[in-house]
Structures are given as C-alpha cells and as structure tokens.
C-alpha cells in the first residue's frame, strides 16, 4: 500500500459546482496533515491544515477520519481560479523517531465556464 | 521577507557536469528539505536538514549531495548529472519538527533542470 494515496483525476466541474477530494495514508500514527495546492509550474502552496474536529475556511472543508485513514477536501461553489492540482500531505515516520511529509502524488481539478 | 529562494530558475546540463543549486529562507526556520518532482511521481524527499549541522537522507537521495552551510542556506550538489535527473527540483523550509507533529513547509519557486 502506498503511503499516501489520491485519485489522480482529472475532477472536470462546472463553476458553482461542489466538489470533493479523499485521500488515504498508511501510517497510523501520523500526526500532522495538509492540503496543499499547486498551479501548473508553480511551487505547492499552503491551501489548509487538517484537524481532527475537522475545519473550514471559506469555501473549503477538510475532515480528518483517524479510524480510517482517511483525509477528504470538500469545496464548494468552484471558481475558475481553484483550476490546480490538490495535494495530500500527511506526516510519515522516517525512522529514529523522525517524522517527515510526504506528498500524494495530486488530484487535477479543472473548473469549467 | 523573501520566503524561500532558489537558484538558477532554470538549468541545461550535459551528461557528467556538475552544479550545485542554492536555496536560502528568511524566516529563521530550523528545517530544510530538497524534493524533486517528476510528472507522475509526485514530489519526493531527496535531504533534509532537521536542524543547522544536520542533514538526512530521504527517499532518493543517490547521486546528489547536500550541505547545510549555515541557518538559512542549503545547497544540492550534482557531481556528475545523468539524464534520469532531469526534473523540477523545489527546496522548502518549515519552523520545526517536534515528535510526531510537523510544521508547514513552505516552498522555494523550483529550479528547472535538464541533463542532455
């Protein structure tokens, strides 16, 4: 199983449409978890941090399900402008008590006129 | 603040060469990180830095070296560059990494490099 798992898409929606992203991890005892967007040639960006009680911010929703390994980003009211690829990033030991990020590999969102 | 820079932004090498790529943060971070990102593969972890004086490997770090030259700067070395390093290389930093919880990482603009 791979660490950490995204359908890759691509998610074709019309604006105003809700859409929503699941990811997966394998390591139970991850601690730390984000949703991270980039734009085509662009560096990833900060979108939001995930908590347990799950949160929101605007338009966007992440929930967090330790049970099941489980991250989801919900966003409602799509925009022309949330056209990028949305990354999944959870905490992963390293080994000798270290703990770093690792990526899914993305799920492509394109918001349609 | 500038965040988190890199250079070059772009870069064509030739089989063998070698380059180093720079990256230096303003924000007094404790940690650094190389990543590469190739298309299909996602990014993944080349070194890291948890904290000035340290470096680690990470998921595929052969073929490249790294040095943390003080608190804000950490550079990527390519002694002999093979066309499989062909790839966008992106350098962040976050605050910290306690136990099992680990800060943002922010990100540098990406180097782009080619090997012929």
């Known amino acids: 199983r791979k660490e950490v798992e995204q359908d890759p898409g691509p998610f074709n929606v019309p604006e105003g449409a809700t859409v929503a992203f699941n990811c997966t991890y394998s390591?139970?005892?991850?601690?730390?978890f984000f949703w991270y967007r980039q734009d085509c040639r662009k560096e990833p960006k900060l979108l939001m941090s995930v908590y347990s009680s799950g949160n929101e911010d605007g338009r966007f929703t992440a929930q967090l399900n330790r049970a099941s390994q489980y991250i989801s980003l919900l966003i409602r009211d799509s925009k022309l402008s949330d056209s990028a690829t949305y990354l999944c990033?959870?905490?992963?030991?390293?080994?000798?008590?270290?703990?770093?990020?690792?990526f899914g590999k993305g799920t492509k969102l394109s918001v349609i006129p | 603040n500038a965040g988190v820079t890199q250079t070059p932004k772009f870069q064509v090498l030739k089989t063998g060469q070698s380059m180093t790529l720079q990256c230096a943060q303003d924000m007094n971070h404790n940690s650094m990180y190389w990543y590469r990102q190739d298309p299909g593969m996602g990014l993944r972890l080349i070194y890291y830095s948890a904290s000035e004086g340290t470096t680690d490997k990470g998921e595929v770090p052969n073929g490249y070296n790294v040095s943390r030259l003080n608190k804000r700067e950490f550079s990527l070395r390519l002694e002999s560059a093979a066309p499989s390093q062909t790839s966008v290389y992106f350098c962040?930093?976050?605050?910290?990494?306690?136990?099992?919880?680990?800060?943002?990482?922010?990100f540098g603009p990406g180097t782009r490099l080619t090997v012929l």
């Open positions: 390591n139970s005892a991850s601690q730390s």
């Open positions: 962040a930093s976050t605050p910290r990494t306690s136990g099992g919880y680990t800060d943002t990482q922010y």
């Open positions: 990033v959870v905490n992963i030991a390293s080994g000798a008590g270290s703990y770093q990020l690792t």
